[in-house]
C-alpha cells in the first residue's frame, strides 16, 4: 500500500474533517505529507498511522464523557 497516494481533499473527507482541519494536523506534525510541486500529499500508510495513534482506547475519555465531573464532585464530596 506504499504506492497510494490521497490528496488533501480526500484525506480530509477520509476522515471526516475540515481541510482547515487537515492543514493544522500537518501543520502541527501530527500527520505527515508531502509537498510535490504545488500539491501536497499523503500516503495512504501515513494516513493509517495517524487513525492509529488518535485512536482512544477504554478509560482514555476521563473528564470528556457527560456527567463524568458531577460524579467527581459527588465522589470528592462523599
Known sequence: MEGVWLGTREAAEELGISLRTLYRLIDEGSLIAYQIGRNLRIRRSDLDAFLESARVRPGD??????????????DVLA
Open 61 to 74: 475519555l476521563g473528564v470528556r464523557r457527560p456527567g463524568a465531573s458531577e460524579i467527581r464532585k459527588r
